[in-house]
């Protein structure tokens, strides 16, 4: 019976590359020269540090384009409310989204019950998984998920006939 997976899964490598690519450009650029404009990748998480709010904004501003150069969604980013930090800089934490959250699978099983396609869909952890008896069934369901409007980026893996 052929299936598939729904994941949301990040490279973290292109991550840090895209990250490392905001810090030689920090480094490098005229308007942050002699300030505290910093940026770094944790586990799950980015955090950016900037002498005021625009300091800040320009960062992540340039994160989010070396993301999208780098073929990341920038939609895999949650931003936190910028905080005060020492030294009167500004500190934003930005959380790195994996995996479905059970709200949005809940959503996505929903979604395919009310279409009354015969395929089965079920949670399993931080993904859904999708099966039927016929591909067309399958792809019809991938098409539908596409469409729908959710927080993070989705991906077909695991397509087994």
């Known amino acids: 019976m052929p299936s598939f997976d729904i994941v ?3 490279d973290m490598q292109e991550m840090s590359n895209a990250v490392n690519q905001v810090i030689k450009e920090i480094t490098t650029r ?27 904004n320009t960062v992540t501003e340039i994160l989010r384009a ?15 409310d910028p905080e005060d930090a020492s030294g009167g800089c500004k500190r934003q934490e930005i959380v790195i989204k994996q995996g479905v959250s059970s ?8 979604a395919i019950k009310q279409e009354k396609m015969k395929v089965q869909a079920s949670i399993q952890g931080d993904q859904v998984r999708v099966s039927g008896k016929k591909r067309d069934d399958l792809q ?22």
């Open 30 to 56: 005229y308007d942050f020269k002699d300030s505290k404009a910093s940026i770094a990748l944790a586990e799950q998480s980015i955090t950016v540090v900037g002498d005021d709010i625009n300091k800040l």
């Open 66 to 80: 070396k993301l999208v150069r780098r073929k990341l969604e920038p939609s895999c980013l949650e931003y936190d």
């Open 103 to 110: 709200d949005l699978a809940k959503n996505i099983v929903k």
């Open 140 to 161: 019809a369901v991938m098409a539908l998920v596409r469409g729908m409007d959710t927080d993070r980026p989705l991906f077909f893996t695991n397509f087994r006939d």
């Open 8 to 10: 949301s899964e990040t």
